[in-house]
T-cell receptor
Framework: GENVEQHPSTLSVQEGDSAVIKCTYS??????FPWYKQELGKGPQLIID?????GEKKDQRIAVTLNKTAKHFSLHITETQPEDSAVYFC????????????FGTGTRLTVIP | IAGITQAPTSQILAAGRRMTLRCTQD?????MYWYRQDLGLGLRLIHY???????GKGEVPDGYSVSRANTDDFPLTLASAVPSQTSVYFC????????????FGPGTRLTVL
């Protein structure tokens, strides 16, 4: 099955700086790569996703890049704010009968005011 | 709009006891999922259902069963709980099967002693 690795496990940045989280995946058939944000005591919430037919997608301060050849994708958060502090999960999936998302192990981001 | 609700919020259970975690969604989503979240392991899929009346096994199905009698409800049952099933359990749903955003419930924290 798919194996998704995520780094770093923890990340601290000063408010206003950028944060980058990286993930690699093993199954070349994976074609959907979402990123979820999980705040304390809550369930994960989708913040951005990318499909294998594009290399980059941006939504305001958040961007995701995908390198299918190298099988890695990254989340970029610019101009970080304290409310960006949370645990972020990457995931990978391929278009099969089951929408099985394989998650990374998470990155705890702390934005220091 | 409630989205996805889970019950109970938390539970302490003696080993060997039977337990059913409840999950209800009001979005009329076809697909539903159960994940467990453990520190350092991210979220792992237990069981899923692509549509009412069908279920399938995920990455870690042993010790768990599910049913999908209707569109809205997707209960998860532990027939005889063991301490290794101590975890936070998340229910999720999505409109379709492949590559669609999954919406997560608030989670159930289960402790098996």
């Amino acid at each position: 099955g798919e194996n998704v690795e995520q780094h770093p496990s923890t990340l601290s940045v000063q408010e206003g700086d950028s944060a980058v989280i990286k993930c690699t995946y093993s199954d070349s058939a994976s074609n959907y790569f979402p990123w979820y944000k999980q705040e304390l005591g809550k369930g994960p919430q989708l913040i951005i996703d990318i499909r294998s037919n594009v290399g980059e997608k941006k939504d305001q301060r958040i961007a995701v890049t995908l390198n299918k050849t190298a099988k890695h994708f990254s989340l970029h958060i610019t101009e970080t704010q304290p409310e960006d502090s949370a645990v972020y999960f990457c995931a990978a999936s391929k278009q099969t009968g089951a929408n099985n998302l394989f998650f990374g192990t998470g990155t705890r981001l702390t934005v220091i005011p | 709009i409630a989205g996805i609700t889970q019950a109970p919020t938390s539970q302490i259970l003696a080993a060997g006891r039977r337990m059913t975690l409840r999950c209800t969604q009001d979005m009329r989503h076809n697909a539903m999922y159960w994940y467990r979240q453990d520190l350092g392991l991210g979220l792992r899929l237990i069981h899923y259902s692509n549509t009412a009346g069908t279920t399938g096994k995920g990455e870690v199905p042993d010790g768990y069963s599910v049913s999908r009698a209707n569109t809205d409800d997707f209960p998860l049952t532990l027939a005889s709980a063991v301490p290794s099933q101590t975890s936070v359990y998340f229910c999720a749903s999505s409109e379709g099967q492949a590559n669609n955003e999954q919406f997560f419930g608030p989670g159930t924290r289960l402790t098996v002693l």
